[in-house]
RNA sequence: GGUGGGGUGACCGAGUGGCUAAUGGUAGCAGACUGUAAAUCUGCCGGGCUAACGCCCUACGUAGGUUCGAAUCCUACCCCCACCA
């Protein structure tokens, strides 16, 4: 149980497999975010055939709605969502960051007004690991203090100090919890903005406090440059942990993947491939492509011909492009679709390459491809 | 035939002398989106020139008129709607 091997590796890039009580893992790997225990617009069934392997939910959330005690007598996420595949929690920290103006961090916790109803909601550390204890998640995630990139180095340094303090509670509460066989383990995340001192720091007070099963990236993503992230995931590489996954929260486009991968990440999530998806821009090995666009209106093409999900195998450009134009469902959904298969499989042609030590070419092929056509 | 109301940019629809190339909305076009307060948000949307400030042209049914100035006032005509005969 939360067994990670390694399989092969080019350079920092690594292959591996994460097993979970809900089953394996194949990394690299794109999770698809499901915050309210939905991948919006997609059913189980969608999901699992886009070939993602893990899909998470947010415990800020689904506290929210429809509230822990429902999900748990529900028989769990697993049962609940009907999805049989491993799952991971967000711990709410990201939405300390994303709902900035409605709410109020102590050192005890954070005090949220709820966006739903007003009424106000406190998630402690403690608090966000009885929750995902009762949602039922392979993995839960510690409760972490996030800061915007432009904060000031003594803000960065107040959260991520804060977060390392948070981890020590996060623990003991969920060591309380868990018996030992437990089905859920706990993964601490990395923060300190971007300031090295600081992401050291940060790296070393939480490997210092574990072991762990598994180790996150979080705070990044959230308004530095590209090369600002990938240096501060090149420095943070060398001491992190060979036998355990590490997983860069909330990345990325599929560019970013690929950037990631290259330095040792294996696990992503992001909910651009889905929102993305909903607004109209599919992702293709060139670039993107604004599916609402006049120039697809004839098109009896496929979204992507060289893609194999529901939707480049069934439908032509000109349809997706009529859905999204007469605002049905049905064109969120397909593009979705897409735009996560299209992750999924980024992830699993670059576990081949690394497996077959040709990662380092075809990356740098794809890139460039990519990246010419925007993104 | 009579009386009343009305004809505004692709469409709907404000505007009753200068601040009007003309409020809004729809349709259309483009852009943004990274651990989801997002099926959302932003910009453009008569034509031409300009990198831009800006300049020019054409426009409120048609044709005239009043006025320094008209989508707005006057006259005639055309068309639409309602009611009455």
New binding site residues.
């Given amino acids: 149980m939360f067994e990670y091997r390694v399989e092969g590796r080019t350079g920092s890039a690594r292959a591996g497999t994460l097993s979970l009580p809900h089953g394996e893992v194949r990394t690299p790997a794109f999770m698809p975010?499901g915050?309210h225990a939905v991948?919006?617009g997609l059913s189980a069934g969608d999901v699992r055939r886009t070939g993602a392997q893990i899909i998470?939910g947010?415990t800020y959330?689904l506290h929210l709605r429809p509230g822990e005690a429902v999900v748990e007598a529900m028989g769990g996420l697993n049962r609940f969502t009907t999805w049989d595949g491993p799952m991971l929690t967000?711990?709410g920290?990201?939405?300390v960051?994303?709902?900035e103006?409605?709410r109020r961090i102590s050192e005890e916790g954070v005090e949220f007004q709820s966006?739903i109803d007003g009424t106000l909601r406190t998630l402690t550390p403690e608090r966000a690991v009885e929750i995902q204890w009762q949602l039922g998640a392979d993995v839960a995630?510690a409760f972490?203090h996030?800061v915007p990139a432009q904060s000031s180095p003594q803000a960065a340094c107040e959260g991520m100090e804060r977060t390392l303090r948070w981890l020590d509670r996060c623990k003991a509460r969920h060591a309380e919890l868990v018996g030992p066989t437990s089905p859920q383990t706990l993964w601490p995340?990395i923060q300190g903005g971007i300031h090295d001192e600081l992401r050291i720091r940060s790296l070393e007070g939480t490997l210092a406090r574990g072991p762990w099963t598994g180790v996150?990236i979080?705070?990044l993503?959230?308004g530095e440059t590209?090369p600002v992230m990938h240096r501060v995931l090149e420095l943070l590489e060398p001491a992190l942990p060979r036998d355990v996954p590490r997983y860069l929260?909330?990345?990325?486009?599929p560019a970013?993947l690929l950037e990631g991968i290259a330095r040792g990440i294996d696990l992503f999530?992001?909910?651009?491939a889905?929102?993305?998806g909903?607004?109209?821009?599919a992702w293709l090995p060139n670039g993107r492509l604004?599916v609402?666009?006049?120039?697809l209106k004839h098109s009896t093409a496929p979204l992507d011909p060289t893609c194999d999900c529901e939707t480049c195998t069934t439908y032509p450009r000109g349809y997706l492009r009529h859905l999204f134009?007469v605002?049905d469902?049905l064109a969120?959904r397909l593009v979705s679709i897409h735009n996560i298969r299209f992750l999924v499989r980024l992830g699993e042609q670059a576990r081949d390459h690394i497996l077959n030590g040709t990662f380092d070419g075809w990356s740098r092929e794809w890139l460039g491809r990519h990246y010419a056509g925007?993104d």
């Fill in positions: 975010v915050t991948v919006r998470l947010n959330h967000d711990s920290g990201f939405q960051f994303s709902l103006g409605l966006h995630m972490d996030v995340i996150a979080g705070g993503s959230v590209k929260m909330g990345v990325g486009f970013d999530d992001c909910v651009a889905t929102r993305n909903r607004h109209g821009t604004n609402k666009g006049a120039t134009m605002e469902i969120l925007g």
